[in-house]
């Protein structure tokens, strides 16, 4: 399984879909943010947690249709499907990895970019601890929307529409978390329904991932 954590890493730094690529749309977003807003750092500070949120939601957004597609176009995919590994044992490593190489480079550059966006110092914690937490649901839901897709030729639109509605229920209390953080109030609920959610992903969505890959290898 490590191994195929690794060959995964290595595929995704290769193939130029990763960190780099999230960690470039991402700065974009925060950009040109301040261009349509205009140069107002209270109206910014306000908004920074949600614009901070929807922007690592659309990162993540750009890289899911590599995670199962370049196993598709070479094959690998099937030989995986029949390795010894259970097939939800793959989707999950899968998940981690796109994880790895998207969601975790967010975070850490989060604090650079929420400082472009003039967040106040107390918000920088509760926006990391909401992006470490939120993020691993994004990329398990977006695994789940890769596998429905895989083999599917132009897929990365449709494959927006079915992901983009499950990312809601994350990216709302992902940014009411940040948002309240920011504002100094009690974020206790928007942090238990945000790991509430993640838990819950993981927890099942893996077994549906690797039903459907099942059906689509078929």
Not at 55 to 65: F, N
Request: include cysteine.
């Amino acid at each position: 399984m490590t191994a195929l954590l690794i060959r995964d890493l290595k595929l995704a730094v290769r193939a130029g879909g990763g960190f780099g690529l999230a960690l470039a749309f991402f700065l974009i977003v925060v950009v040109l943010v301040p261009f349509g807003v205009g140069p107002q750092t209270t109206l910014l500070a306000q908004i920074a947690p949600g614009i901070l949120w929807l922007g690592a939601l659309l990162a993540c957004l750009l890289s899911l249709d590599r995670i199962f597609a370049l196993d598709h176009e070479d094959g690998s995919l099937d030989l995986l499907a029949t390795a010894p590994l259970p097939m939800e044992a793959i989707v999950s490593l899968k998940a981690l990895a796109h994880w790895l190489v998207t969601g975790l480079p967010l975070v850490i550059a989060a604090p650079v970019f929420a400082l472009l966006l003039s967040l106040p110092p107390q918000g920088y914690g509760p926006l990391i601890g909401s992006l470490l937490i939120g993020t691993p649901a994004l990329s398990v839901i977006g695994t789940f929307g890769a596998a429905l897709t895989v083999g599917v030729k132009r897929g990365g639109l449709l494959l927006s529409l079915l992901v983009l509605p499950l990312y809601v229920p994350t990216l709302i209390f992902g940014a009411e978390m940040a948002r309240r953080g920011a504002a100094e109030q009690d974020y206790l609920t928007a942090l238990l329904m945000l790991g509430g959610i993640t838990a819950g992903v993981i927890a099942l969505l893996p077994f549906a991932s690797a039903a459907v890959l099942r059906v689509n290898l078929r």
